[in-house]
């Protein structure tokens, strides 16, 4: 895969301005800035971040959220999980989540269960009078007619909540061609979605455009990053290498999802230079100048 250019800069320390009290500041920033600059704060159309919770606890969602709040854009309830809680759980979950200014949403396998059972109306009006803020669309188990597809993006859409779209199948016997990718992308953007997730699973092996060992497949990405906008893509990267390919290839502010949460704040280091991964390339940049 061609690695693009970027513009790495060292910054000479300086004061971040408009503090909102010594108590929300960080004190490392008035000494030092981050290696890898460029990245983006919330709210932010690029750079976004979505987290994997596969069952966390009140009190877990709560540290994480106070402690990395600021680096999650997106917190997906994955798989059908949604429908393991009771209901005041997992309302107390969402308010939770949207008091952090964080959207929430149900994994896309749970939408691909409400379709099997011709239920697809009556889950989008639940998700949305349960507070989530977003919904994602997939068909990475089921075979889902574009008819269906389009419906469920309109119908969520129209009731105000952001619309995830995902290509890609979860089972390696059912890929598609980067033709097709490219062809769903496109329709789902122009009906609608927010962003295209890029099919990665929580394993990030054998599944969208990772083989069985979690390594990029080269020509198919190039492929598809020549024909759509990789601004709107985002990338399920759940592994450590993943994430710093993509970083070093597309800047801080590439769009990474199906993170676990005890990895958010490495990730987030990653992302501005704070992890010798990306750092070196800051240094490598500086010394070839």
Same mark, same amino acid.
């Given at each position: ?11 000479q ?5 408009n ?17 890898f ?20 606890g ?7 959220l106070?402690t ?11 798989f ?13 979950k ?17 939408l691909e ?5 011709d ?15 977003a919904?994602e669309v997939?068909d990475g188990?089921i075979?889902?007619? +574009? ?7 309109t119908?969520?859409? @129209? =009731?105000?909540?952001k619309? /995830?779209?995902? &290509?890609? $199948? ?23 979605a ?28 190039e ?16 592994l450590?290498?993943?994430?710093q390919e ?9 769009n990474?999802?199906?993170?676990? +949460?005890?990895?958010?704040l490495?990730?987030e280091?990653?992302?501005? @230079? =704070?992890?010798?991964?990306? /750092?070196?390339? &800051?240094? $490598?940049?500086?010394n070839?100048?």
């Amino acid at each position: 895969m061609e690695v693009r250019t970027l513009t790495l800069m060292v910054k000479q320390p300086e004061k971040e301005a408009n503090m909102s009290g010594q108590a929300n500041s960080n004190i490392w920033l008035d000494v030092l800035s981050f290696p890898f600059q460029g990245r983006s704060q919330k709210p932010r159309q690029q750079g976004l971040t979505m987290v994997i919770d596969k069952g966390l606890g009140p009190g877990e969602l709560n540290d994480l959220l106070m402690t990395a709040g600021d680096y999650i854009d997106f917190i997906k309830l994955g798989f059908g999980t949604s429908a393991l809680y009771r209901r005041n759980l997992l309302e107390e979950k969402i308010a939770l989540v949207r008091s952090f200014g964080v959207d929430i949403y149900p994994g896309g396998t749970f939408l691909e269960i409400a379709v099997l059972q011709d239920k697809l109306t009556e889950y989008i009006r639940t998700a949305k009078q349960l507070g989530f803020t977003a919904i994602e669309v997939s068909d990475g188990t089921i075979k889902m007619s +574009p008819e269906v597809r389009v419906q469920a993006i309109t119908a969520a859409a @129209g =009731l105000g909540l952001k619309v /995830l779209t995902e &290509v890609g $199948k979860k089972i390696s016997e059912d890929k598609i061609s980067v033709d097709r990718y490219i062809e769903q992308i496109r329709l789902d953007l122009e009906h609608g979605a927010c962003q295209v997730i890029v099919e990665g699973r929580e394993s990030g092996k054998n599944a969208g455009f990772y083989d069985g060992e979690g390594k990029f497949i080269p020509d198919e990405m190039e492929a598809l990053l020549k024909a759509v906008d990789g601004k709107r893509l985002l990338w399920e990267a759940p592994l450590k290498n993943q994430q710093q390919e993509l970083i070093l290839n597309f800047g801080p502010n590439v769009n990474l999802g199906n993170i676990p +949460p005890p990895e958010i704040l490495a990730l987030e280091a990653l992302r501005v @230079g =704070l992890r010798g991964d990306t /750092l070196y390339q &800051v240094c $490598k940049s500086q010394n070839s100048g």
